[in-house]
């Protein structure tokens, strides 16, 4: 099967789930491309603005082959840099058919705005095209303001999502979650994002004996993480006596604003690489996270795949509460956040190894790429007249 990923965002402004599911396509045996259109801020990296290639080029990630363009795009001009987003990739997807030939599917990454490409494409070429979303409710309350709202975009990825051949939800929870804005008259199939269960792979952890229990957290400092409640929390464990700990990373985890709200025995580690955040991993006893809003927090589907327990809040999907390894609490709750933290310290029946294993069988590269490939060739064998 030849299949074109169509991301609405890519390295630098991440979107490396892009990557990865290609990659998992691609082990299936299915010749995969990603087309990349990064529209890039001047007010958020002027660097990178000023630095990046003007140019559209190939180049190779992870085995991965790239059609990589970056746009320029133009200060308060929303609706112009949408549009121009839009063509640059329909442009781009007739370079990529005169140099690789017609793709069978069309697998965009969020409706704004691959989906929304992606649909253009598939009306002018009568190519199925999937979309498998990621943002959610909040991320367009922000740009749209709260639903019901009259915003131009509205109508336009709503009818992205009525159109495609199928909408895969990161989680089933968001299909209800962004409904206020674009309804729910589209066909869907929940599928997990995939981690590297290889590289986070199970690793039995020190006794606990004669040592502080270590927590750790890994999350951007920002209100939606709920630092405000996670280190009150932790801060009555201390308070009690308890030998505990506590290890926070992310984006802003080591400003000013965050070390000022830390306690003695909480430490911040600031934005970590991928092997630093493993190596915290497997020097953690648990993960917690205190979150407002999440969509697919993978950050806790990685700790528990290298054997530690996860504490997390309700607004996190059912698909990631695995079975003997996370526990839920309400949102906003510091006691109840207290309580599950002391409750996973005197913890002594956790099977690090068979939570692993859970988390395999969800979100292995095998698994999401067996699951997609499923999604496409039913698409491809049932199809529907364009």
Known sequence: ???????????????????DQAKALQAEGHDVRILSNVQLGVTIDAKGYCSLPTGRYEHQREGVTVCQSFQRGVPMLVRHNVRRWVRIVCEMFDDYVSRYGRPDILHAHCAKWAGYAAMQ???????????????????????????????????LLREAYEQADMVIPVAEELVEDIACYFGKDYRWQAVSNTIDVDFFRYLPRAPREGRAFRFCCLANFWPLKGYDVLLPAFSKLREEGLAVELHIAGRGTDSAACKAMLTEGAVAHGLLSRDAVRNLLYQSDAVVLASRSEVQPLSLLEAMSTGIPAIATTCVPRNLRIEGGCTIVPVDDVQALADAMRQTMKRTDFDGEAVSEAVRRLASAEVIGQRLTAIFDTVLRTGRPL
Not at 8 to 18: I, K, V, W
Not at 126 to 144: A, D, G, M
């Open 1 to 19: 099967m030849h299949i074109l990923e169509i991301p609405s965002f890519f390295t630098p402004y991440g979107g490396e789930f892009c990557l």
């Open 121 to 155: 494409i598939s009306r002018r070429h009568h190519i199925p095209y999937v979309v498998t979303e990621h943002l959610s409710r909040l991320v367009f309350e922000k740009e749209f303001g709260p639903a019901p709202s009259r915003a131009w975009q509205i109508p």
